[in-house]
């Protein structure tokens, strides 16, 4: 029998617009909120926000975010119920959940064990055998022995991908086009794993040319209930990591997104999952798809089904953690209207998405109709070295795809940063591309259809039309002048693009 107990004080345990998110729902709850932070935060708006908040050390993750015990003797002091851990830090830690429930706290996510099956790619792939689950070719274990590992290779076919297994963020990947070079890049697989990871277990996929990443977001209680809300496409990527996500996809069919949701929530039933989670997918040309792997945690990209569904993630997150049963059955749940979101990172696009440090003399985002900004910076505000490049993420939601792609390039233009490079000028250059708009795109959107210059000369046409409107602007203030009438500047929207 699940214990049921009420959350009133909840330790979130990350910075940034996911702290703040998670802040804002339990406000809503009526739960109390204790902020974490490291001396490089001590300013940020997260801090702020919540009800009160500890310092945990210097600026290096190691010596603050990621310091388990402290962090769990904080909310022992503090009277804390429950700790939520966003995503990245802690959050995909099974030895964090472990000991958060040992010290008799609730940890906002599902049980170690879930956490420790699904954080494994090659052990995830094990647990879902009992299903009928489609998954790419591969081996079934981590293969140590290069000779062996050639032979596999060849078995699947080239071009094929060699992954560490317990990878993330895009590390330990490796194509190899041709069995010439796999001994090379075997090699330098097992060693990026070993130096990211700790682990140098590595197993081989065939490589899907061209795929669509596409993920389905699962909610789960403690009670066995588990559900489906639809699809999220995150094909648009750059290093295998998402910039620009959206939901619904614009290709998949009725009958598949039924397929594919039934299949994420038997993978999700595989390890007893409770809380929210992702079940993530590579999808061919002609809509086979594929479990890549599950995340064990909220994801960036929760707010386009947020704004599809109507549902509060992280409400349904906390109201599992108490031992409640789900709010929702699957039959309630509708796609309506259609959500886009697009990562601001401080990264420079004309620079191979080099990640940019520095002050934000001016940050100003965008509002309207159908805008969404979740975001943890704020104007003069530094962008420390120690975190993740991201400073938020905008949304826009429309009636239909068209309606949200334009709210997004409206968004954008009236977004206002200087400081740092930020990737809204390449967000701006995929929401008008003719395959983006056409929904006719892959993973390999940056390498078929982005480069640098491209960017520069759409800036360069942008500069002509600012210039043009300066002149155009100055005559008319002339003509005013001469007639006695008043002109009003107008801000132009091409600002965002002058640093
Ligand atoms: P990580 O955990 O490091 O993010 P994933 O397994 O989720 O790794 O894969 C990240 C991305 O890499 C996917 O979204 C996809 O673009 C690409 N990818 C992964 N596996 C394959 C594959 N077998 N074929 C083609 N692309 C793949």
């Not at 022992?76 to 040992?102: C, M, Q, W």
């Not at 809380?275 to 040309?285: C, K």
């Not at 890549?292 to 994801?299: G, S, Y």
């Not at 206002?416 to 959107?445: D, I, M, P, W």
């Amino acid at each position: 029998m699940t214990n049921q107990k009420q959350i009133r004080k909840l330790l979130i345990a990350n910075r940034g617009e996911i702290a703040i998110r998670v802040i804002r729902t339990a406000q809503e709850m009526g739960i109390r909120t204790v902020a974490v932070y490291s001396e490089a935060d001590r300013t940020a708006p997260h801090v702020r926000l919540a009800d009160e908040a500890v310092c945990l050390g210097p600026a290096p993750s190691a010596e603050s975010y990621l310091k388990m015990d402290d962090i769990i003797a904080h909310c022992l002091r503090l009277g804390v119920d429950a700790i939520h851990p966003g995503y990245g830090f802690l959050s995909e830690n099974a030895t964090f959940a472990r000991k958060v429930k040992e010290a008799g706290l609730i940890f906002v996510g599902p049980s170690a064990t879930a956490i420790e099956v699904m954080g494994d790619k090659i052990s995830a792939k094990n647990a879902v055998t009992a299903y009928d689950i489609p998954l790419v070719p591969g081996t079934k274990e981590a293969v140590e022995d290069v000779a062996i590992a050639k032979e596999k290779a060849a078995e699947i076919g080239y071009p094929i991908l060699i992954k560490a297994s317990a990878g993330g963020g895009g590390k330990g990947m490796r194509i190899v086009e041709r069995e010439e070079d796999f001994e090379e890049q075997m090699e330098r697989a097992v060693s990026e794993a070993v130096s990211a990871f700790g682990n140098g277990a590595v197993f081989i996929e065939k490589y899907i040319q061209s795929p669509r990443h596409i993920e389905f977001q699962i909610l789960g209680d403690q009670h066995g209930n588990i559900i489906h809300l639809f699809e999220r496409e995150c094909s648009v990527q750059r290093r295998h990591q998402k910039v620009i996500e959206e939901a619904p996809s614009a290709i998949l069919t009725e009958e598949v997104r039924e397929a594919m949701g039934k299949c994420a929530v038997d993978v999700a039933r595989a390890c007893d999952y409770f809380g929210a989670g992702t079940v993530e997918f590579i999808v061919d040309n002609e809509l086979n798809y594929y479990f890549l792997e599950m995340n064990t945690r909220l994801q960036v990209e929760h707010p386009v089904t947020e704004e599809i569904t109507g549902v509060d993630l992280v409400k349904e997150q906390l109201r599992i953690a108490e031992g409640k049963t789900l709010s929702l059955k699957q039959e309630d749940l509708t796609i309506k209207g259609h959500a886009v979101e697009v990562r601001v990172y401080a990264e420079d696009p004309t620079n191979n998405f080099l990640p940019d440090i520095g002050t934000l003399k001016k940050y100003q985002s965008a509002g309207g109709p159908g805008v969404r900004m979740d975001d943890g910076y704020e104007e003069g505000m530094e962008v420390p070295i120690y975190y993740d490049p991201m400073l938020g993420k905008l949304i826009t939601y429309g009636n239909d795809r068209e309606q949200a792609i334009q709210r997004m390039l409206r968004a954008i233009n009236n977004f206002q940063v200087q400081g740092v490079e930020t990737t809204l000028s390449f967000c701006h250059f995929v929401l008008e591309h003719e395959a983006f708009r056409s929904g006719n795109f892959s993973t390999k959107f940056v390498e078929e259809h982005f480069s640098p210059e491209l960017l520069a000369s759409q800036d360069k046409g942008a500069e002509q039309i600012a210039v043009a409107l300066v002149a155009k602007l100055m005559q008319e203030a002339e003509t005013a002048k001469s007639s006695g009438a008043k002109t009003v500047a107008k801000t132009s929207k091409w600002k965002n693009r002058i640093r």
